[in-house]
């Protein structure tokens, strides 16, 4: 050895007697590893043999062996009948690294919104989080437990890129039967919800440096998608009709709209709006990417149909979610694009995805085909439009503050201007009484045109928390106002 013995186990004792909750032999092992990591032991160093490292340490031979062979196991030693020896390492991991390396991320990244934790199931007007409580959780266990039985290891592979055959085949009879869309499984890519079919888009349908128009105000995740992909993002103002590109914004690849139900404003795009951004993108060779992320819940008027089906070939790509239709953690949603589209696209997407998530995948399927989904949108149509109208009069009853609402024609949210406010401090305080409601001037990118307010979700709160929760946004309002 490189050390005198007496050092060699001093070093191993105090090690021993430091280790506080860990085994004999695996305080042994760390020992002799940091030992050998530092160069204290140096390489070709021939250790004692196990009988004598027992009997100095006083602990078991077995215990000797068990930490000998672990690092023989990993590397650090070599064992042979003469005993055990340090092995020459091909270079010394550097143990005490004087400061962690730079890291320099690229540029752009530095432009992304900032995003906000929805983790917590006890948070109160949370927007875009259904109620989740509502979900048939033993129907849904016995469905996934059924699939298992079904297939067995059928669908432990990769699966289809594209996502399970027949959970695309039960969307594209859904999307024809409530979305007017008529559409095959070839034409629909399953996504880890819509973010990635954002993600998609941006990858397959443009090249960084390219312009996207989103709305403004409008989803923080249509931007960050779009920037990460080292995108030009460029808002276009929102008004009572929906999106209204101007003259002097600079020509898109890629156009972002919500135009059944705008967020966070609620407006619907109009049919005549709908006609001329189609014509346009056309012309432009632009693709609009329409975000239908939670079009199932319209209490209003007729239900709106989908861009993608408005024309034959229509320069749309539609996305879908089922994280507002039954829950978030699913992290299923899907892209429809027209077919030509789709026989260009269809054979890269093998590259770029790998399948996987098949049981949930099939036993969403099955949810759907055997009505389950249709019947659990009904009944959440029902909830989510007496909440909405129960938040309406509680806000009537509980806010003294000047105000306006905006949109609510459906969805699990309503957005409330409100002005001379900090909305962002209103939202940070919020969050010590357990309420996470977003913060309206966030869905800006120009900061200089915000509107200050708060979108306020009631998807997983229940009516008999409204009055409270809105008193204490008060108070926090008042604490938090501007100028
Ligand atoms: C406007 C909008 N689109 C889409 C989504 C859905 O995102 P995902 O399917 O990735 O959960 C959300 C969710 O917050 C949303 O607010």
Redesign the pocket.
């Known amino acids: 050895m490189n050390i005198p013995d007496d050092a060699f186990y001093t070093l191993l004792n105090q090690a021993l007697a430091q280790r506080g909750e860990e085994t004999l032999q695996r305080a042994l092992y760390h020992a002799l590893q940091e030992a050998i990591l530092r160069g204290t032991l140096g390489a070709k160093s021939r250790l004692p043999g196990s009988r004598a490292m027992a009997q100095t340490l006083t602990v078991s031979r077995n215990t000797v062996n068990g930490a000998l062979e672990q690092l023989a196991t990993e590397g650090y030693l070599l064992r042979d009948r003469q005993g055990s020896r340090v092995a020459i390492l091909p270079q010394r991991p550097v143990v005490d690294a004087p400061e962690p390396p730079a890291v320099r991320l690229p540029p752009h990244l530095a432009r992304l919104p900032a995003g906000t934790q929805?983790d917590s199931p006890t948070l109160m007007l949370t927007?875009?989080t259904p109620a989740v409580n509502y979900f048939p959780l033993p129907l849904w266990r016995r469905i996934i437990d059924r699939t298992l039985r079904e297939e067995g290891s059928a669908l432990l592979g990769y699966g289809d890129s594209a996502g399970e055959m027949r959970l695309r085949e039960a969307i594209a009879r859904h999307l024809t039967l409530s979305r007017a869309i008529s559409c095959d499984a070839s034409q629909i890519v399953i996504?880890?919800?819509?973010?990635?079919?954002?993600t998609l888009c941006a990858r397959l349908l443009s090249e960084a440096g390219e312009t996207a128009w989103v709305e403004e105000p409008?989803?923080?995740?249509?931007k960050s998608a779009f920037l990460s992909a080292g995108l030009h993002v460029v808002g276009i103002p929102v008004g009572e009709e929906g999106m209204q590109p101007e003259g002097n914004a600079p020509l898109p690849r890629l156009i972002f709209t919500?135009p059944s139900h705008q967020?966070?404003y609620g407006t619907v795009l109009s049919a005549s709006r709908r006609l001329a951004l189609l014509e346009f993108a056309r012309k432009q060779g632009a693709w609009i990417v329409e975000?239908d992320?939670?079009s199932e819940f319209r209490y209003s008027g007729e239900p709106i149909p989908a861009m993608l089906g408005m024309m034959e070939n229509a320069p749309v790509v539609y996305?879908g979610?089922?994280?507002?239709t039954l829950f978030?953690a699913l992290?299923?949603?899907f892209m429809v694009m027209p077919k030509v589209l789709a026989a260009a696209v269809q054979p890269l997407i093998s590259s770029l995805l790998r399948g996987g998530h098949r049981t949930e995948q099939v036993a969403l399927a099955h949810f759907i085909e055997e009505g389950h989904y249709a019947r659990h949108l009904a009944s959440m149509r029902r909830l989510y439009r007496k909440r909405q109208l129960q938040l309406r009069e509680a806000i009537g009853r509980e806010l003294l503050f000047p105000h306006q609402i905006i949109g609510g024609g459906g969805g699990m949210h309503l957005t409330v201007q409100i002005d001379g406010i900090d909305d962002v401090a209103v939202v940070q305080q919020a969050r010590q009484y357990q309420l996470a409601p977003a913060a309206l001037s966030r869905f800006w990118l120009d900061e200089t045109e915000a509107r200050s307010g708060l979108v306020l979700g009631y998807g997983s709160t229940s009516a008999s928390q409204f009055p409270a929760a809105l008193r204490t946004l008060q108070q926090i309002m008042r604490r938090c106002r501007r100028g």
């Not at 996504?191 to 954002?198: D, F, M, R, S």
């Open positions: 929805r927007p875009g996504t880890e919800g819509a973010l990635e079919g954002l409008g989803y923080v995740g249509a919500s967020y966070p975000d992320y939670d996305l979610t089922f994280s507002k978030p992290r299923i949603g």
